[in-house]
């Protein structure tokens, strides 16, 4: 059965609390694992068009903070962002230290995104492996950051407060993000379905739940909610058929049926146009500005972040002229 691709528009969310006309940014995740290629990437992301290069922090890949700062000699532009830095491998005096030399070494590009982290093989023996020690420390990391941007006698200081983004799936992280944050990325939705093959942070959640999810974190956020930037990360798939790359994904890798697939908030599959409404849309109902977009190539991405901007700049002007 075709998949209804008409774009949703309708505002669920509760009291249309974050402005659906905030301005979009979209972020590239590098190669993790080869220093040249990860410099290669950010140059030719900054090139493409992209606002923020991002690198994951996996325990067997490159330490991020010493990435970027070679990342940051490259490039001029580009905010630079470990996405999103593990906490629990980390100590929270330490990390600061580092994430301000990275700061000053960028001259004031960095994005500093936490997360409490997952507990997985590689990680046992490095980092606490209980929820309650890992979310103990994603709190910690966000007070000591607080601490080193409000304190001017802690050096190294930031050259700037940095943009701070909490990622996560639990109901205390939503609430610590609604009260800390600048950004609040968009993990896993629970409840997470048990799928056959598949960790639970990998299944693709279904957009009821998150528009759900979402009114939570506004609750919390209260006045907050106005300034609060929603993002996600999500793999771009362009094709010319997009029933048949939606039924391929429902068949091999979740138990959300193709139209589900196509409006998950974690997926963008489609022609080009179809792939700029889902992003515009999403905007408009769920509140999504900030995404990373997960291509082979920062070059793939490029004709969606240019058409997405002149659709945003063009709708803009229009508002303007009807008011």
Known sequence: MPVSRSARSEDTRKGALVSSTKDFRFGFSGNAFDIDGLVDDAVRAERAGFDVFQIIDFATALSPMVALAAVARATSKIRLSPFVLNTALWNPATVCRDLATLDRISNGRLEVALGSGISLPDTRGLMPQTR????????????????????????????????????????????????EADTFLIASVPPVPKV????????????????????????????????????????????????????????THTNLSPQQIFESPKMLVGSLEEVVDQIISRRADLGITYQSLRTSTPEEAAPVIEAVRARSTAQAAGSVVTR
């Open 132 to 179: 309650d020690e890992r979310f103990g420390r994603l709190r910690e990391t966000v007070a000591a950051i607080k601490e080193t941007v409000s304190e001017p006698g802690i050096t190294p200081g930031f050259v700037e407060r940095p943009r701070l983004a909490v990622a996560g799936t639990v109901d205390r992280v939503l609430r610590l993000a609604a009260e």
């Open 196 to 251: 056959e093959g598949l960790e639970p942070y990998e299944v693709i959640p279904e957009r009821e739940a998150t528009a759900a999810y979402l009114d939570r974190l506004r609750d919390y956020a209260g006045e907050r909610a106005e300034v609060l930037e929603i993002g996600t990360s999500a793999p771009v798939i362009l094709t010319d058929d997009t029933d048949a790359a939606l039924a391929e994904l429902a068949a």
